[in-house]
């Protein structure tokens, strides 16, 4: 049992971010301005490296080596898709026991936070003092309680500027381009196409969200719809839209492929096949290939592409509001741990919006339970005819990406 100085822990879990590195140094830095810190140690590849007392000294680091982690995009200490239960947690508080540990903070989505929130019951109810926050960060933006996601920004960009070069591309040479987005239940990071467009005909034309029901039908006369008026439509669609919202069974890429990959919690794989885009695409050529070649005289060209993982680590896109708070959430977290404000000696941050214009936010600390396992919907109130986004979600969105390129036009 830890009694004077302990050490403090430090993992990552989940799927990487292109600032999930700058919380990580985040957490070092404040770590070393507190006397009751003893060692401080990574984890390498999450809980698996806890229980398997896999560590990494992070005491004596170089300042200019952990500012180069901090800019660098992916998991530092290596990721897990584990996801303990409580006999897995008791192992984990075997861990802490034997290493001396008084403080874990553990980076990742909603799940992380369940594990935080079951390891810390643990050590409750043993008497073990045992303060564990929950760093959050999720390119998905789905974390109830905070008003945005370390790690969302920057994939938002991506998606944005990926999307603003995609409908370039579509005016030179049009046709129908369909973009799948990562997404399984929340429709966010999808959403954040809508700020490629700075013109009134600029892409995408229509964007899909897993929030609202998809038709068939609709899809296509939506797409017959832009495609008689411009030419051409740029679409994003999220890779996780489905008939029936809510019914994870009616998933559109069901329909679009058999069998597949199940990850550690009993998904199907979305991100690793382009199964969904061939799918959409193979569907609008049999379907409005002659109907449209005979309204414009040309031949309908079709293509599709899946972002997958590229949206989540690719260099030189990072916002810089995404990484600025990715760091302050790290530091913060070990400032509640040790102050334990409001009884929280075990918790999560939270980021609060203060103002739009100019942007501003905040932190606080709140529950575990407020964080686990749950997960936020992009706000239905966002979505138009079930096919388009608001200005409403430009302005929540456009602080967290950053200024965009603005495309120089000859016509």
């Known amino acids: 049992m830890p009694s004077g100085k302990s050490n403090a822990v430090i993992g990552q879990s989940g799927g990487p971010t292109a600032v999930i590195n700058q919380s990580l140094v985040g957490v070092i830095e404040e770590l070393h301005q507190h006397a009751e810190i003893d060692r401080i140690l990574g984890a390498k590849h999450g809980v698996r490296g806890i229980i398997n007392n896999d560590f990494i000294p992070l005491n004596g680091v170089?300042?200019?080596?952990?500012?180069?982690?901090?800019?660098?995009?992916?998991?530092?200490?290596?990721?897990?898709?584990?996801?303990?239960?409580?006999?897995?947690?008791?192992?984990?508080?075997?861990?802490?026991?034997?290493?001396?540990?008084?403080?874990?903070?553990?980076?990742?989505?909603?799940?992380?936070?369940?594990?935080?929130?079951?390891?810390s019951e643990m050590a409750i109810k043993e008497g073990y003092p045992l303060h564990v926050y929950h760093v959050p960060k999720t390119i998905d933006n789905d974390l109830r309680t905070t008003d945005h996601c370390p790690g969302y920004g920057s994939a938002a960009r991506f998606v944005a500027l990926a999307v603003m070069g995609d409908?370039?591309?579509?005016?030179?040479?049009?046709?129908?381009?369909?973009?799948?987005?990562?997404?399984?239940?929340?429709?966010?990071l999808t959403a954040a196409s809508a700020l490629a467009r700075q013109g009134e005909n600029d892409g995408p034309h229509l964007i899909y969200v897993p929030e609202v029901n998809f038709s068939d039908d609709q899809f296509l006369a939506d797409i017959d719809r832009v495609y008689t008026r411009l030419g051409r439509c740029v679409i994003a669609a999220s890779e996780g839209i489905r008939y029936k919202v809510g019914d994870k069974n009616s998933l559109v890429t069901e329909k679009a492929m058999q069998g597949g990959e199940v990850d550690a919690h009993g998904n199907k794989q979305l991100s690793g096949t382009g199964a969904l885009g061939d799918y959409l695409s193979e569907m609008v050529k049999t379907k409005l290939g002659i109907p449209l070649q005979q309204k414009t005289g040309s031949k309908l060209r079709v293509r599709a592409d899946t972002f997958g993982y590229l949206q989540r680590s690719f260099p030189g896109i990072v916002s810089s509001s995404d990484a600025h708070e990715a760091r302050l959430c790290g530091r913060m977290a070990v400032q509640y741990a040790i102050a334990a404000p409001e009884g929280l000696s075990s918790g999560s941050v939270a980021i609060k919006r203060v103002s739009e214009e100019p942007y501003?936010?905040?932190?606080?600390?709140?529950?575990?339970?407020?964080?686990?396992?749950?997960?936020?919907?992009?706000?239905?109130?966002?979505?138009?005819?079930?096919?388009?986004?608001?200005s409403a979600f430009i302005r929540y969105a456009r602080p967290l990406v950053g200024p965009l390129p603005i495309a120089g036009r000859l016509f």
């Open 167 to 188: 409908d370039l591309d579509n005016r030179s040479l049009k046709g129908v381009k369909i973009d799948i987005i990562m997404g399984r239940d929340a429709g966010w």
């Open 62 to 119: 170089a300042a200019d080596l952990l500012e180069r982690v901090a800019q660098t995009p992916s998991s530092a200490l290596g990721s897990t898709r584990d996801k303990p239960d409580e006999a897995y947690c008791v192992k984990l508080l075997e861990s802490f026991k034997k290493n001396n540990v008084g403080y874990f903070f553990y980076i990742g989505g909603n799940d992380s936070a369940d594990t935080a929130r079951i390891v």
């Open 360 to 390: 501003k936010a905040d932190f606080f600390p709140t529950a575990l339970t407020n964080v686990a396992r749950q997960t936020k919907p992009l706000d239905t109130g966002f979505v138009v005819n079930g096919c388009d986004i608001n």
